[in-house]
Protein backbone atom coordinates (compact mmCIF):
# COMPACT_ATOMS: atom_id res chain seq x y z
CA UNK A 1 0.00 0.00 0.00
CA UNK A 2 1.09 3.51 -1.05
CA UNK A 3 0.90 5.62 1.80
CA UNK A 4 0.47 9.64 1.25
CA UNK A 5 2.96 11.93 3.32
CA UNK A 6 5.55 9.35 4.08
CA UNK A 7 8.34 8.05 2.65
CA UNK A 8 8.07 4.85 0.41
CA UNK A 9 10.24 2.43 -0.51
CA UNK A 10 8.53 1.00 -4.00
CA UNK A 11 9.42 -0.22 -7.34
CA UNK A 12 10.39 0.89 -10.49
CA UNK A 13 8.06 -0.31 -13.13
CA UNK A 14 7.89 1.11 -16.74
CA UNK A 15 9.46 4.43 -18.30
CA UNK A 16 7.01 7.06 -19.88
CA UNK A 17 7.65 10.44 -21.74
CA UNK A 18 6.64 12.04 -18.30
CA UNK A 19 8.65 9.99 -15.91
CA UNK A 20 8.83 6.62 -13.89
CA UNK A 21 5.84 4.59 -12.85
CA UNK A 22 6.47 3.23 -9.52
CA UNK A 23 4.64 0.62 -8.06
CA UNK A 24 3.95 -1.27 -4.31
CA UNK A 25 4.23 -4.67 -3.35
CA UNK A 26 0.28 -5.02 -4.45
CA UNK A 27 1.08 -3.04 -7.96
CA UNK A 28 -0.51 0.56 -6.84
CA UNK A 29 1.31 2.57 -8.96
CA UNK A 30 2.53 6.09 -8.62
CA UNK A 31 4.15 8.99 -10.96
CA UNK A 32 7.85 10.11 -10.30
CA UNK A 33 7.91 13.11 -12.83
CA UNK A 34 10.92 13.60 -15.20
CA UNK A 35 12.75 16.37 -12.98
CA UNK A 36 12.90 13.72 -10.01
CA UNK A 37 14.33 10.78 -12.36
CA UNK A 38 17.81 9.36 -10.83
CA UNK A 39 20.53 10.08 -13.34
CA UNK A 40 21.35 5.87 -13.95
CA UNK A 41 18.26 4.10 -12.93
CA UNK A 42 17.05 0.31 -13.50
CA UNK A 43 13.44 -1.32 -14.19
CA UNK A 44 12.36 -3.35 -11.05
CA UNK A 45 14.90 -1.23 -8.76
CA UNK A 46 13.86 -0.04 -5.84
CA UNK A 47 14.03 3.45 -4.57
CA UNK A 48 12.61 5.54 -1.36
CA UNK A 49 10.13 8.64 -2.38
CA UNK A 50 7.65 10.44 -0.59
CA UNK A 51 4.27 10.77 -1.86
CA UNK A 52 1.99 13.29 -1.31
CA UNK A 53 -1.21 15.00 -3.69
CA UNK A 54 0.08 17.34 -6.58
CA UNK A 55 -2.01 20.79 -7.72
CA UNK A 56 -4.63 18.64 -9.44
CA UNK A 57 -5.31 16.51 -6.09
CA UNK A 58 -3.23 13.39 -8.10
CA UNK A 59 -0.85 11.06 -6.25
CA UNK A 60 2.59 11.82 -7.23
CA UNK A 61 5.95 11.09 -5.91
CA UNK A 62 9.37 12.74 -4.92
CA UNK A 63 13.09 12.44 -4.25
CA UNK A 64 13.09 15.68 -2.76
CA UNK A 65 12.68 14.92 1.26
CA UNK A 66 9.96 16.92 2.91
CA UNK A 67 11.09 19.03 6.21
CA UNK A 68 7.76 17.41 7.73
CA UNK A 69 6.11 14.46 7.30
CA UNK A 70 2.38 13.09 8.45
CA UNK A 71 1.63 12.53 11.70
CA UNK A 72 4.92 14.79 12.93
CA UNK A 73 6.22 17.92 14.11
CA UNK A 74 8.05 21.10 12.60
CA UNK A 75 9.05 24.56 12.71
CA UNK A 76 8.57 25.70 8.86
CA UNK A 77 8.30 29.31 8.18
CA UNK A 78 5.29 31.03 6.23
CA UNK A 79 5.52 32.01 2.56
CA UNK A 80 2.55 33.51 1.96
CA UNK A 81 -0.74 34.17 3.50
CA UNK A 82 -3.96 34.26 0.96
CA UNK A 83 -7.98 34.70 1.29
CA UNK A 84 -8.24 30.95 3.01
CA UNK A 85 -5.12 30.52 4.86
CA UNK A 86 -1.29 30.08 5.37
CA UNK A 87 0.88 28.23 3.04
CA UNK A 88 4.10 26.44 4.72
CA UNK A 89 7.36 26.29 2.73
CA UNK A 90 8.06 22.15 3.95
CA UNK A 91 10.91 21.77 1.27
CA UNK A 92 8.63 20.43 -1.71
CA UNK A 93 7.23 22.18 -4.93
CA UNK A 94 4.10 22.66 -3.17
CA UNK A 95 3.41 24.28 -0.12
CA UNK A 96 1.53 22.82 2.96
CA UNK A 97 -1.37 24.49 3.71
CA UNK A 98 -2.47 25.98 7.13
CA UNK A 99 -6.03 26.64 7.58
CA UNK A 100 -7.08 29.81 9.91
CA UNK A 101 -9.09 27.12 11.78
CA UNK A 102 -6.10 25.85 12.82
CA UNK A 103 -3.85 28.27 13.76
CA UNK A 104 -3.40 29.04 16.93
CA UNK A 105 -2.01 32.87 16.52
CA UNK A 106 -2.36 34.58 12.58
CA UNK A 107 0.54 33.59 10.95
CA UNK A 108 1.99 36.24 8.90
CA UNK A 109 4.86 35.52 5.85
CA UNK A 110 8.22 35.30 6.95
CA UNK A 111 7.25 33.73 10.35
CA UNK A 112 8.54 30.40 11.67
CA UNK A 113 5.77 28.30 13.44
CA UNK A 114 5.43 24.86 15.21
CA UNK A 115 2.98 22.97 13.23
CA UNK A 116 1.64 19.54 13.33
CA UNK A 117 0.84 17.62 9.89
CA UNK A 118 -2.13 15.62 9.61
CA UNK A 119 -4.84 13.97 7.15
CA UNK A 120 -7.95 15.73 6.36
CA UNK A 121 -10.59 13.49 6.47
CA UNK A 122 -13.00 15.64 4.09
CA UNK A 123 -10.59 16.24 1.09
CA UNK A 124 -7.55 13.50 2.00
CA UNK A 125 -5.07 16.40 2.13
CA UNK A 126 -2.18 16.82 4.08
CA UNK A 127 -2.79 19.78 6.36
CA UNK A 128 -0.75 21.76 8.81
CA UNK A 129 -2.04 22.85 12.20
CA UNK A 130 -0.51 25.00 15.07
CA UNK A 131 -2.92 24.17 17.99
CA UNK A 132 -0.75 20.99 18.66
CA UNK A 133 -2.09 20.36 21.65
CA UNK A 134 -5.05 19.03 20.33
CA UNK A 135 -2.57 15.97 18.61
CA UNK A 136 -0.83 15.63 22.66
CA UNK A 137 -2.25 12.65 24.49
CA UNK A 138 -1.60 12.78 28.65
CA UNK A 139 -3.82 10.14 29.48
CA UNK A 140 -1.63 7.44 28.91
CA UNK A 141 1.65 8.17 29.51
CA UNK A 142 4.71 6.49 27.87
CA UNK A 143 7.50 7.73 29.85
CA UNK A 144 8.48 7.43 33.35
CA UNK A 145 10.24 9.70 35.91
CA UNK A 146 14.23 10.63 34.84
CA UNK A 147 13.60 8.86 32.06
CA UNK A 148 15.50 10.53 28.95
CA UNK A 149 13.33 11.94 26.73
CA UNK A 150 13.21 14.33 23.20
CA UNK A 151 12.02 17.72 23.36
CA UNK A 152 10.19 20.41 21.65
CA UNK A 153 9.72 23.54 22.53
CA UNK A 154 6.68 25.06 22.24
CA UNK A 155 5.52 27.87 23.64
CA UNK A 156 5.97 29.98 26.74
CA UNK A 157 3.90 30.09 29.80
CA UNK A 158 3.93 32.43 32.99
CA UNK A 159 5.65 29.58 34.63
CA UNK A 160 8.26 28.52 32.23
CA UNK A 161 8.46 26.78 28.87
CA UNK A 162 5.88 24.06 27.52
CA UNK A 163 7.57 21.33 25.23
CA UNK A 164 6.46 18.40 23.51
CA UNK A 165 7.93 15.05 24.82
CA UNK A 166 8.75 12.13 22.55
CA UNK A 167 6.22 13.79 20.15
CA UNK A 168 3.23 12.49 22.22
CA UNK A 169 2.76 14.20 25.36
CA UNK A 170 2.61 17.93 26.23
CA UNK A 171 5.14 18.93 29.60
CA UNK A 172 6.61 21.89 30.90
CA UNK A 173 9.96 22.91 31.40
CA UNK A 174 9.78 25.50 34.87
CA UNK A 175 11.24 29.02 34.53
CA UNK A 176 14.69 28.03 37.26
CA UNK A 177 15.71 24.86 35.42
CA UNK A 178 16.44 27.66 32.70
CA UNK A 179 19.50 28.76 34.35
CA UNK A 180 22.06 30.49 32.01
CA UNK A 181 22.05 33.95 31.40
CA UNK A 182 22.53 34.57 27.06
CA UNK A 183 22.78 37.44 24.72
CA UNK A 184 23.33 37.74 21.11
CA UNK A 185 26.54 37.32 19.58
CA UNK A 186 27.92 35.09 22.58
CA UNK A 187 29.50 31.88 21.32
CA UNK A 188 28.43 28.47 23.14
CA UNK A 189 28.86 24.88 22.66
CA UNK A 190 25.98 22.04 22.68
CA UNK A 191 25.02 18.93 21.95
CA UNK A 192 22.92 17.84 18.48
CA UNK A 193 19.79 15.97 20.31
CA UNK A 194 17.33 16.50 17.31
CA UNK A 195 17.81 16.69 13.67
CA UNK A 196 15.39 17.53 10.91
CA UNK A 197 15.53 18.52 7.47
CA UNK A 198 14.98 21.66 8.33
CA UNK A 199 17.73 22.38 11.17
CA UNK A 200 19.01 20.95 14.54
CA UNK A 201 18.34 21.30 17.59
CA UNK A 202 21.37 22.04 20.38
CA UNK A 203 20.92 21.50 24.02
CA UNK A 204 23.03 24.57 25.61
CA UNK A 205 21.78 23.08 28.86
CA UNK A 206 20.09 20.27 30.44
CA UNK A 207 16.33 22.02 29.30
CA UNK A 208 17.81 24.58 27.58
CA UNK A 209 17.75 24.60 23.85
CA UNK A 210 18.07 26.58 20.53
CA UNK A 211 17.44 25.99 16.80
CA UNK A 212 20.42 26.06 13.98
CA UNK A 213 18.33 26.58 10.71
CA UNK A 214 20.04 24.90 7.63
CA UNK A 215 20.32 28.16 5.89
CA UNK A 216 22.42 29.16 8.62
CA UNK A 217 25.04 25.56 8.15
CA UNK A 218 26.44 27.51 4.91
CA UNK A 219 27.23 30.57 3.14
CA UNK A 220 26.01 28.13 0.52
CA UNK A 221 22.83 29.35 -1.41
CA UNK A 222 22.49 25.86 -2.16
CA UNK A 223 20.93 23.99 0.66
CA UNK A 224 21.41 20.76 2.09
CA UNK A 225 19.50 18.97 4.82
CA UNK A 226 20.68 18.96 8.53
CA UNK A 227 22.13 15.80 8.36
CA UNK A 228 24.55 16.45 5.75
CA UNK A 229 26.42 18.34 8.59
CA UNK A 230 25.46 16.97 11.87
CA UNK A 231 24.32 14.02 13.50
CA UNK A 232 23.12 13.60 16.50
CA UNK A 233 25.38 13.11 19.61
CA UNK A 234 27.65 15.51 17.63
CA UNK A 235 29.45 18.71 19.60
CA UNK A 236 29.09 21.61 17.98
CA UNK A 237 30.34 25.59 18.67
CA UNK A 238 27.54 28.13 17.49
CA UNK A 239 26.51 31.68 17.83
CA UNK A 240 23.65 33.12 19.18
CA UNK A 241 21.74 34.55 16.46
CA UNK A 242 18.55 36.00 17.87
CA UNK A 243 17.13 35.45 21.79
CA UNK A 244 13.44 35.69 22.89
CA UNK A 245 13.37 35.81 26.54
CA UNK A 246 9.79 36.18 26.65
CA UNK A 247 9.12 33.63 24.27
CA UNK A 248 12.31 31.34 25.43
CA UNK A 249 13.48 31.03 21.92
CA UNK A 250 16.76 31.24 20.42
CA UNK A 251 18.55 30.52 16.97
CA UNK A 252 22.30 29.58 16.64
CA UNK A 253 24.34 29.86 14.12
CA UNK A 254 27.60 28.14 12.65
CA UNK A 255 28.37 29.61 9.51
CA UNK A 256 29.19 33.11 11.24
CA UNK A 257 32.09 31.46 12.82
CA UNK A 258 34.07 31.45 9.13
CA UNK A 259 34.67 34.46 7.03
CA UNK A 260 31.70 35.62 4.70
CA UNK A 261 32.79 34.66 0.93
CA UNK A 262 30.72 37.26 -0.50
CA UNK A 263 33.13 39.58 1.16
CA UNK A 264 35.05 41.73 -1.61
CA UNK A 265 32.87 39.46 -4.36
CA UNK A 266 33.27 42.44 -6.87
CA UNK A 267 37.34 41.73 -6.86
CA UNK A 268 37.13 37.79 -6.97
CA UNK A 269 34.54 37.81 -9.55
CA UNK A 270 34.33 40.88 -11.50
CA UNK A 271 31.84 41.17 -14.47
CA UNK A 272 33.27 39.25 -17.81
CA UNK A 273 35.48 37.18 -15.52
CA UNK A 274 35.53 34.06 -16.64
CA UNK A 275 35.89 30.96 -14.24
CA UNK A 276 34.85 27.16 -13.76
CA UNK A 277 31.85 26.58 -12.11
CA UNK A 278 30.11 23.08 -10.88
CA UNK A 279 26.19 22.41 -11.61
CA UNK A 280 24.77 21.79 -8.56
CA UNK A 281 20.66 21.43 -10.16
CA UNK A 282 18.79 23.18 -12.41
CA UNK A 283 14.93 24.01 -12.97
CA UNK A 284 12.89 24.70 -16.02
CA UNK A 285 14.81 28.22 -16.54
CA UNK A 286 18.13 27.91 -15.26
CA UNK A 287 21.10 26.09 -14.05
CA UNK A 288 22.22 26.79 -10.51
CA UNK A 289 26.37 26.19 -10.07
CA UNK A 290 28.74 26.73 -7.20
CA UNK A 291 31.74 28.57 -7.93
CA UNK A 292 33.17 27.97 -4.23
CA UNK A 293 31.49 27.24 -1.04
CA UNK A 294 29.05 30.09 -0.52
CA UNK A 295 29.00 31.02 -3.74
CA UNK A 296 26.31 30.12 -6.03
CA UNK A 297 25.26 31.64 -9.29
CA UNK A 298 22.28 31.38 -11.96
CA UNK A 299 23.16 30.80 -15.78
CA UNK A 300 19.84 31.15 -17.29
CA UNK A 301 18.42 28.80 -20.25
CA UNK A 302 18.69 31.66 -23.02
CA UNK A 303 22.64 31.41 -22.09
CA UNK A 304 23.37 27.95 -22.50
CA UNK A 305 23.84 27.94 -26.47
CA UNK A 306 24.15 30.30 -29.14
CA UNK A 307 22.56 27.77 -32.00
CA UNK A 308 20.49 25.17 -29.71
CA UNK A 309 16.59 25.77 -29.21
CA UNK A 310 17.07 24.62 -25.07
CA UNK A 311 14.24 23.45 -23.76
CA UNK A 312 15.47 21.99 -20.58
CA UNK A 313 19.11 22.25 -19.35
CA UNK A 314 19.28 19.05 -18.59
CA UNK A 315 19.33 18.92 -22.80
CA UNK A 316 22.98 20.84 -22.26
CA UNK A 317 24.51 19.77 -18.42
CA UNK A 318 23.75 17.26 -16.03
CA UNK A 319 24.22 17.80 -12.14
CA UNK A 320 28.12 17.41 -11.33
CA UNK A 321 29.69 18.83 -14.37
CA UNK A 322 32.47 21.06 -14.95
CA UNK A 323 31.41 24.30 -16.47
CA UNK A 324 33.09 27.36 -17.84
CA UNK A 325 31.04 30.41 -17.26
CA UNK A 326 31.45 34.43 -17.68
CA UNK A 327 30.29 36.76 -14.94
CA UNK A 328 27.31 38.89 -16.48
CA UNK A 329 25.45 40.67 -13.70
CA UNK A 330 26.54 40.81 -9.88
CA UNK A 331 24.26 42.12 -7.47
CA UNK A 332 26.18 42.44 -4.11
CA UNK A 333 23.61 43.42 -1.79
CA UNK A 334 21.10 41.19 -3.31
CA UNK A 335 23.90 38.34 -2.93
CA UNK A 336 23.00 37.03 -6.51
CA UNK A 337 25.49 36.34 -9.21
CA UNK A 338 23.78 35.88 -13.09
CA UNK A 339 26.30 33.86 -15.31
CA UNK A 340 26.51 32.53 -18.79
CA UNK A 341 27.96 29.74 -20.82
CA UNK A 342 27.49 30.38 -24.44
CA UNK A 343 29.69 33.70 -23.52
CA UNK A 344 32.74 31.76 -22.64
CA UNK A 345 32.21 31.18 -27.48
CA UNK A 346 32.03 33.12 -30.10
CA UNK A 347 28.54 33.84 -31.58
CA UNK A 348 28.16 32.13 -34.43
CA UNK A 349 24.93 34.16 -35.26
CA UNK A 350 27.26 37.52 -35.99
CA UNK A 351 28.62 35.24 -38.70
CA UNK A 352 25.41 33.95 -39.93
CA UNK A 353 23.98 38.00 -39.86
CA UNK A 354 26.14 38.13 -42.76
CA UNK A 355 25.70 34.51 -44.71
CA UNK A 356 21.92 34.44 -43.85
CA UNK A 357 21.24 38.57 -45.23
CA UNK A 358 18.01 39.57 -46.14
CA UNK A 359 18.19 38.64 -49.91
CA UNK A 360 20.47 35.80 -49.82
CA UNK A 361 19.93 32.74 -51.98
CA UNK A 362 21.06 29.22 -50.56
CA UNK A 363 20.50 25.90 -52.16
CA UNK A 364 19.59 23.11 -50.07
CA UNK A 365 17.04 19.93 -49.52
CA UNK A 366 13.96 20.02 -47.02
CA UNK A 367 14.35 18.43 -43.91
CA UNK A 368 10.86 18.56 -42.02
CA UNK A 369 7.08 18.96 -43.76
CA UNK A 370 5.06 20.48 -40.37
CA UNK A 371 2.22 22.25 -39.63
CA UNK A 372 2.29 25.14 -41.50
CA UNK A 373 5.28 24.89 -43.82
CA UNK A 374 8.75 23.21 -43.55
CA UNK A 375 12.24 23.54 -42.17
CA UNK A 376 15.83 23.38 -43.82
CA UNK A 377 19.22 22.81 -41.40
CA UNK A 378 22.24 24.32 -41.57
CA UNK A 379 25.37 23.37 -40.15
CA UNK A 380 23.48 21.02 -37.63
CA UNK A 381 22.51 24.25 -35.39
CA UNK A 382 20.08 26.63 -38.19
CA UNK A 383 16.93 25.35 -38.40
CA UNK A 384 15.26 27.57 -41.59
CA UNK A 385 11.50 28.06 -41.26
CA UNK A 386 9.89 27.78 -45.18
CA UNK A 387 5.91 28.47 -44.88
CA UNK A 388 3.92 26.91 -46.75
CA UNK A 389 2.93 29.56 -49.07
CA UNK A 390 6.49 29.83 -49.98
CA UNK A 391 6.92 26.22 -50.98
CA UNK A 392 5.17 26.20 -53.94
CA UNK A 393 7.31 25.96 -57.04
CA UNK A 394 7.03 27.83 -60.27
CA UNK A 395 4.41 24.89 -61.58
CA UNK A 396 1.95 25.25 -58.83
CA UNK A 397 2.90 21.88 -57.37
CA UNK A 398 4.87 22.21 -53.89
CA UNK A 399 8.10 21.07 -52.77
CA UNK A 400 8.34 17.90 -50.42
CA UNK A 401 10.46 16.73 -47.77
CA UNK A 402 14.31 15.82 -49.42
CA UNK A 403 13.68 17.55 -52.20
CA UNK A 404 16.56 20.01 -53.06
CA UNK A 405 16.03 23.77 -54.60
CA UNK A 406 17.04 27.34 -54.01
CA UNK A 407 15.26 29.32 -51.31
CA UNK A 408 16.15 33.17 -51.00
CA UNK A 409 15.95 34.38 -46.85
CA UNK A 410 12.63 36.49 -46.52
CA UNK A 411 13.43 37.28 -42.87
CA UNK A 412 16.52 36.67 -40.35
CA UNK A 413 16.32 38.00 -36.75
CA UNK A 414 19.36 37.43 -34.78
CA UNK A 415 18.14 38.08 -31.34
CA UNK A 416 15.00 35.59 -31.99
CA UNK A 417 17.42 33.09 -33.74
CA UNK A 418 15.05 33.16 -36.57
CA UNK A 419 15.50 32.60 -40.29
CA UNK A 420 12.59 32.59 -42.55
CA UNK A 421 12.98 31.50 -46.23
CA UNK A 422 11.24 31.13 -49.12
CA UNK A 423 11.03 29.16 -52.49
CA UNK A 424 8.24 30.93 -54.27
CA UNK A 425 10.00 34.23 -54.00
CA UNK A 426 12.74 33.03 -56.80
CA UNK A 427 9.94 33.37 -59.34
CA UNK A 428 7.48 35.46 -58.17
CA UNK A 429 9.90 38.71 -57.43
CA UNK A 430 9.79 39.87 -60.91
CA UNK A 431 6.34 39.52 -61.54
CA UNK A 432 5.90 41.77 -57.99
CA UNK A 433 8.57 44.27 -59.68
CA UNK A 434 5.95 44.72 -62.93
CA UNK A 435 2.81 44.46 -60.22
CA UNK A 436 4.74 48.04 -58.28
CA UNK A 437 5.74 50.07 -61.42
CA UNK A 438 2.11 49.21 -62.71
CA UNK A 439 1.02 50.52 -59.60
CA UNK A 440 3.26 53.50 -59.75
CA UNK A 441 2.27 54.19 -62.95
CA UNK A 442 -1.59 54.34 -61.99
CA UNK A 443 -1.05 56.85 -58.91
CA UNK A 444 1.32 59.48 -60.88
CA UNK A 445 -1.37 58.90 -63.55
CA UNK A 446 -4.34 60.30 -60.69
CA UNK A 447 -1.93 62.72 -59.26
CA UNK A 448 -2.21 64.89 -62.20
CA UNK A 449 -6.15 64.76 -62.59
CA UNK A 450 -8.10 67.51 -61.04
CA UNK A 451 -11.54 66.60 -60.73
CA UNK A 452 -14.07 63.41 -59.27
CA UNK A 453 -14.86 62.67 -62.83
CA UNK A 454 -11.35 62.43 -63.76
CA UNK A 455 -9.90 60.58 -60.88
CA UNK A 456 -11.30 57.25 -61.90
CA UNK A 457 -12.14 56.04 -58.44
CA UNK A 458 -14.67 53.33 -60.14
CA UNK A 459 -11.61 51.94 -61.94
CA UNK A 460 -9.49 51.63 -58.68
CA UNK A 461 -12.22 50.45 -56.57
CA UNK A 462 -13.02 47.58 -58.92
CA UNK A 463 -9.32 46.19 -58.66
CA UNK A 464 -10.44 42.86 -58.11
CA UNK A 465 -7.75 40.56 -57.12
CA UNK A 466 -8.80 36.35 -56.38
CA UNK A 467 -5.44 35.43 -54.77
CA UNK A 468 -5.22 31.29 -53.77
CA UNK A 469 -5.85 32.34 -50.19
CA UNK A 470 -8.92 33.94 -50.34
CA UNK A 471 -12.23 32.22 -51.79
CA UNK A 472 -13.93 35.15 -54.21
CA UNK A 473 -13.52 38.97 -55.41
CA UNK A 474 -11.53 40.75 -52.91
CA UNK A 475 -9.98 44.21 -53.63
CA UNK A 476 -6.22 44.16 -54.37
CA UNK A 477 -4.97 46.82 -52.36
CA UNK A 478 -5.84 45.28 -49.22
CA UNK A 479 -4.55 42.11 -50.36
CA UNK A 480 -1.20 43.74 -51.01
CA UNK A 481 -0.91 45.05 -47.82
CA UNK A 482 -1.76 41.83 -46.68
CA UNK A 483 1.06 40.03 -48.37
CA UNK A 484 3.80 42.39 -46.73
CA UNK A 485 2.86 41.06 -43.10
CA UNK A 486 1.84 37.76 -43.46
CA UNK A 487 4.90 35.77 -43.49
CA UNK A 488 5.70 36.99 -40.06
CA UNK A 489 2.12 36.11 -38.49
CA UNK A 490 2.48 32.89 -40.45
CA UNK A 491 5.62 32.09 -39.22
CA UNK A 492 4.58 33.23 -35.21
CA UNK A 493 1.85 31.18 -35.03
CA UNK A 494 3.96 28.01 -36.50
CA UNK A 495 5.89 28.83 -33.68
CA UNK A 496 3.16 29.09 -30.85
CA UNK A 497 1.75 25.80 -32.48
CA UNK A 498 5.59 23.96 -31.63
CA UNK A 499 6.36 25.85 -28.50
CA UNK A 500 3.25 25.13 -26.63
CA UNK A 501 2.60 21.62 -28.52
CA UNK A 502 -1.39 22.16 -28.47
CA UNK A 503 -4.02 23.92 -30.66
CA UNK A 504 -3.98 27.56 -30.29
CA UNK A 505 -7.08 29.88 -30.54
CA UNK A 506 -6.52 32.48 -32.80
CA UNK A 507 -8.66 35.73 -32.83
CA UNK A 508 -8.07 38.45 -35.28
CA UNK A 509 -9.26 42.29 -34.78
CA UNK A 510 -8.54 45.84 -36.21
CA UNK A 511 -9.96 48.71 -36.96
CA UNK A 512 -10.37 50.71 -40.49
CA UNK A 513 -8.07 49.09 -42.78
CA UNK A 514 -6.95 47.08 -39.74
CA UNK A 515 -10.28 45.57 -40.03
CA UNK A 516 -10.07 44.73 -43.63
CA UNK A 517 -6.63 42.74 -43.50
CA UNK A 518 -8.23 41.93 -39.84
CA UNK A 519 -10.86 39.86 -42.35
CA UNK A 520 -8.70 38.77 -44.87
CA UNK A 521 -6.21 37.42 -42.11
CA UNK A 522 -9.07 35.21 -40.60
CA UNK A 523 -9.79 34.00 -44.11
CA UNK A 524 -6.24 32.66 -44.49
CA UNK A 525 -5.44 31.07 -41.23
CA UNK A 526 -9.17 29.61 -40.35
CA UNK A 527 -9.38 31.71 -37.38
CA UNK A 528 -11.58 31.44 -34.37
CA UNK A 529 -13.04 34.59 -33.85
CA UNK A 530 -12.95 37.86 -35.43
CA UNK A 531 -13.74 41.56 -34.53
CA UNK A 532 -13.58 44.46 -36.80
CA UNK A 533 -13.95 48.22 -36.00
CA UNK A 534 -15.33 51.18 -38.82
CA UNK A 535 -14.44 48.03 -41.55
CA UNK A 536 -14.97 48.98 -45.35
CA UNK A 537 -16.73 46.60 -47.50
CA UNK A 538 -13.30 43.72 -48.59
CA UNK A 539 -14.91 41.72 -50.89
CA UNK A 540 -17.98 40.53 -52.99
CA UNK A 541 -20.67 38.07 -51.94
CA UNK A 542 -19.07 35.67 -53.05
CA UNK A 543 -16.28 35.87 -50.40
CA UNK A 544 -18.57 36.94 -47.65
CA UNK A 545 -20.33 33.06 -48.46
CA UNK A 546 -17.11 31.71 -48.44
CA UNK A 547 -16.48 33.74 -45.21
CA UNK A 548 -19.32 32.93 -43.27
CA UNK A 549 -18.90 29.18 -44.42
CA UNK A 550 -15.75 29.06 -42.48
CA UNK A 551 -17.44 29.07 -39.28
CA UNK A 552 -15.84 31.81 -38.08
CA UNK A 553 -17.36 34.04 -35.08
CA UNK A 554 -17.63 37.34 -36.95
CA UNK A 555 -18.82 40.71 -35.24
CA UNK A 556 -18.85 44.22 -36.66
CA UNK A 557 -18.94 46.91 -34.77
CA UNK A 558 -20.13 49.87 -37.00
CA UNK A 559 -20.59 53.60 -35.45
CA UNK A 560 -23.21 55.82 -36.66
CA UNK A 561 -21.97 58.51 -38.90
CA UNK A 562 -18.73 56.75 -39.73
CA UNK A 563 -18.37 57.39 -43.03
CA UNK A 564 -15.57 54.46 -44.05
CA UNK A 565 -17.95 51.74 -43.40
CA UNK A 566 -19.70 53.08 -47.09
CA UNK A 567 -16.71 52.50 -48.75
CA UNK A 568 -16.09 50.60 -51.24
CA UNK A 569 -19.51 51.45 -53.07
CA UNK A 570 -22.13 48.25 -52.28
CA UNK A 571 -23.28 49.40 -56.11
CA UNK A 572 -19.56 48.36 -57.53
CA UNK A 573 -20.86 44.58 -56.12
CA UNK A 574 -18.51 44.88 -52.62
CA UNK A 575 -20.50 43.53 -49.44
CA UNK A 576 -20.20 43.75 -45.34
CA UNK A 577 -19.81 40.74 -43.77
CA UNK A 578 -20.14 39.38 -39.98
CA UNK A 579 -22.93 39.87 -37.69
CA UNK A 580 -23.68 43.81 -37.76
CA UNK A 581 -22.86 45.43 -34.25
CA UNK A 582 -24.56 48.85 -35.06
CA UNK A 583 -23.80 51.47 -31.91
CA UNK A 584 -26.36 54.50 -32.36
CA UNK A 585 -25.46 58.07 -31.31
CA UNK A 586 -26.30 57.16 -27.70
CA UNK A 587 -23.39 54.70 -27.74
CA UNK A 588 -25.83 51.97 -27.56
CA UNK A 589 -25.66 48.66 -29.47
CA UNK A 590 -28.49 47.74 -31.91
CA UNK A 591 -29.82 45.74 -34.45
CA UNK A 592 -31.59 47.76 -36.53
CA UNK A 593 -32.93 48.02 -40.22
CA UNK A 594 -31.61 50.23 -42.78
CA UNK A 595 -34.22 52.36 -42.22
CA UNK A 596 -34.04 52.88 -38.80
CA UNK A 597 -29.98 53.42 -39.15
CA UNK A 598 -30.90 56.07 -41.50
CA UNK A 599 -33.12 58.11 -39.47
CA UNK A 600 -30.57 57.27 -36.61
CA UNK A 601 -27.72 59.09 -38.89
CA UNK A 602 -29.46 61.69 -39.52
CA UNK A 603 -30.48 62.17 -35.84
CA UNK A 604 -26.63 62.52 -35.30
CA UNK A 605 -26.39 64.72 -37.77
CA UNK A 606 -28.82 67.01 -36.24
CA UNK A 607 -28.15 66.47 -32.61
CA UNK A 608 -24.10 68.01 -34.14
CA UNK A 609 -26.07 70.69 -35.35
CA UNK A 610 -27.66 71.75 -31.99
CA UNK A 611 -24.55 71.92 -30.50
CA UNK A 612 -23.03 73.67 -32.73
CA UNK A 613 -20.75 70.95 -33.62
CA UNK A 614 -19.98 70.49 -37.32
CA UNK A 615 -20.96 66.85 -39.31
CA UNK A 616 -17.69 64.94 -39.70
CA UNK A 617 -17.85 61.49 -40.54
CA UNK A 618 -14.08 60.75 -39.99
CA UNK A 619 -14.15 61.95 -36.99
CA UNK A 620 -16.97 59.30 -36.05
CA UNK A 621 -14.59 57.08 -37.84
CA UNK A 622 -11.47 57.50 -35.37
CA UNK A 623 -10.61 54.88 -33.17
CA UNK A 624 -11.34 57.16 -30.23
CA UNK A 625 -14.99 57.90 -30.82
CA UNK A 626 -14.94 54.22 -31.39
CA UNK A 627 -13.41 53.26 -27.72
CA UNK A 628 -15.59 56.08 -26.31
CA UNK A 629 -18.79 54.77 -27.42
CA UNK A 630 -17.45 51.36 -26.70
CA UNK A 631 -16.77 52.48 -22.80
CA UNK A 632 -20.27 53.49 -22.44
CA UNK A 633 -21.47 49.85 -24.16
CA UNK A 634 -19.54 47.99 -21.75
CA UNK A 635 -20.61 49.77 -18.82
CA UNK A 636 -24.22 49.01 -19.15
CA UNK A 637 -24.20 45.68 -20.60
CA UNK A 638 -24.10 42.69 -18.60
CA UNK A 639 -22.53 40.33 -21.04
Request: hydrophobic share 40%.
Amino acid sequence: MIHLGKINTLEIIREAVQGLYIADEDGNEVLLPNRYVPENFKIWEKIDVFVYLDNEERPVATTDKPYIQLNDFALLRCNQVTDYGAFLDWGLVKELFCPFKEQAFKMKPGGWYLVYCYMDEKTNRLVASSKTNRFLDNKTLTVNEFDEVDLIVSHPSEIGMNVIVNKTHAGLIYKDAIFKDLSVGDKLKGKVVVIADYGAFIEIAPGVEGLIHVSEMSWSQHLRTASDFFSVGDEVESVIMTLDREERKMSLGIKQLIPDPWEDIDKKYPVESKHTSKVRNFTNFGVFVELEEGIDGLIYISDLSWTKKVKHPSEVVTVGDQLEVVVLELDVDGRKLSLGHKQTQENPWDAYETTFAEGTIHSAELSEIVDKGATITFNEDIVAFVPSRHLEKEDGNKLQKGEAADFKVIEFNKDFKRVVMSHTAMFKEQEEKIVKAAAKKIKASNNEKSTLGDLDVLADLKAWRKPSKEKGLVHYGFVEALDKVFPTIEYLLESMDISLEKPIKVVCTGHSLGAALATLCAARIDAHELYTFGSPRVGNKDFVKELAKDGIKHYRFVNNNDIVTKVPLALMMYKHCGELCYINYHGNIRKMTTWQRIKDQFRGIMRAWQKGEPFDGARDHSISAYEKKLENVCLQSKD
